[in-house]
């Protein structure tokens, strides 16, 4: 979101206060990524050399099952800056954007998947909108037809029904790549819950923040790891942890029911009162069982989707597990700085 007039002065004064040379933390998780990542590392190390900051890469292998991480181990042993976390198991991709938050050293982040949908090029725009006093700039997707044409629609609609839902303004088409100032990644940190949707996170913890609008283009290779059923839990979870206006629906969706079935109630009473009894129709009888046994099971439902989150929060376990972390080189000064 772009700041109020009254908050331009909080980017005023960052933009005066910006180091030269931050320490520019790289976030990738990567899940089954054997055919993509050595193009990923190619196309970004030439971009963050002309940054001119010193960087690191913070690899986050979420389970894969390939051979992801002995690529990244021998890429790292070569001399590569940064860092491998080996999570114990899959635990899904915002886990894996919680440890890597948790890892980079860099006073400012960029979070990019290793597909190279998101053009490692945009990373000197988001440094420029950082340097004037930006402590959030985000790609904006204006351009998805890599994507079909349902995850469009269905992306689309998630949007509207979350912004019109929840309290907080979420950025239709902005994914997870984006740079995060220091001061983003500490307020992220102190956010504990365990249903963790990113996106919404990052809307949630504020700062000024810009739009670097781009066409995403098509994997540079292998296949994408979201189905259309995770995509639905995915929204769900979102939905979910961010608002409680299901909730709230249901119990006025519930009241208006009780006043229409009330109202019936005393218009059948009234009528045998006045006109007799008479044999009320199967059709309208099985019509009004099954409806209300459908409302209900449908609110019982939806509070237990809140209930379920309720029950992973107070178990306290953590997001994620590491079984190993992998140094490489120390953070790589990029070329002297010509901007």
């Known amino acids: 979101m772009q700041p109020t007039p009254a908050a331009q002065i909080y980017v005023s004064r960052r933009k005066q206060i910006r180091p030269d040379r931050p320490l520019l933390s790289v976030i990738v998780?990567?899940?089954?990524?054997?055919?993509?990542?050595?193009?990923?590392?190619?196309?970004?190390?030439?971009?963050?050399?002309?940054?001119?900051?010193?960087?690191?890469?913070?690899?986050?292998?979420?389970?894969?099952?390939?051979g992801t991480a002995d690529i990244l181990t021998e890429e790292l042993a070569n001399g590569l800056p940064g860092r491998l976390l080996g999570l114990s198991r899959n635990f899904g991709k915002e886990a894996a954007l919680s440890a890597?938050?948790?890892?980079?050293?860099?006073?400012?982040?960029?979070?990019?998947?290793?597909?190279?949908?998101?053009?490692?090029?945009?990373?000197?725009?988001?440094?420029?909108?950082?340097?004037?006093?930006?402590?959030?700039?985000?790609?904006?997707?204006?351009?998805?037809?890599?994507?079909?044409?349902?995850?469009?629609?269905?992306?689309?609609?998630?949007?509207?029904?979350?912004?019109?839902?929840?309290?907080?303004?979420?950025?239709?088409?902005?994914?997870?790549?984006?740079?995060?100032?220091?001061?983003?990644?500490?307020?992220?940190?102190?956010l504990p819950e365990r249903n963790r949707f990113m996106k919404g996170l990052f809307a949630w913890v504020g700062f000024p923040s810009m739009a670097v609008p781009y066409e995403r283009p098509q994997r540079k290779a292998g296949t994408g790891k979201f189905n259309y059923w995770k995509l639905w839990n995915f929204a769900l979870d979102g939905i979910a942890g961010f608002t409680t206006m299901p909730l709230r629906i249901w119990f006025y969706g519930g009241a208006l029911v009780s006043l229409i079935a009330f109202t019936y109630a005393l218009y059948l009473t009234l009528r045998v009162l006045f006109f007799g009894i008479d044999v009320p129709g199967y059709t309208s009888l099985m019509v009004a069982v099954l409806f209300f046994s459908g409302v209900q099971l449908l609110s019982i439902g939806m509070i237990g989707e809140y209930i379920s989150r309720l029950f992973n929060e107070t178990k306290q376990r953590p997001v994620y597990l590491l079984q190993d972390v992998i140094e490489g080189g120390p953070a790589k000064d990029g070329k002297p700085d010509v901007n």
Do not use: C
């Open 100 to 190: 890597g938050l948790e890892a980079a050293k860099g006073g400012i982040a960029v979070i990019i998947d290793a597909d190279l949908q998101d053009p490692p090029e945009l990373i000197h725009q988001m440094i420029d909108g950082w340097r004037a006093g930006y402590d959030v700039v985000y790609g904006l997707r204006v351009d998805r037809t890599s994507d079909t044409l349902m995850k469009r629609s269905t992306a689309g609609m998630f949007y509207q029904v979350f912004n019109k839902l929840s309290n907080i303004d979420m950025p239709a088409n902005a994914g997870d790549f984006r740079l995060i100032d220091r001061t983003v990644i500490d307020a992220l940190l102190r």
């Open 29 to 66: 998780p990567v899940y089954n990524e054997e055919d993509v990542i050595r193009h990923f590392l190619e196309a970004t190390r030439p971009v963050l050399e002309e940054t001119g900051f010193p960087f690191e890469y913070v690899f986050i292998d979420d389970g894969s099952r390939d």
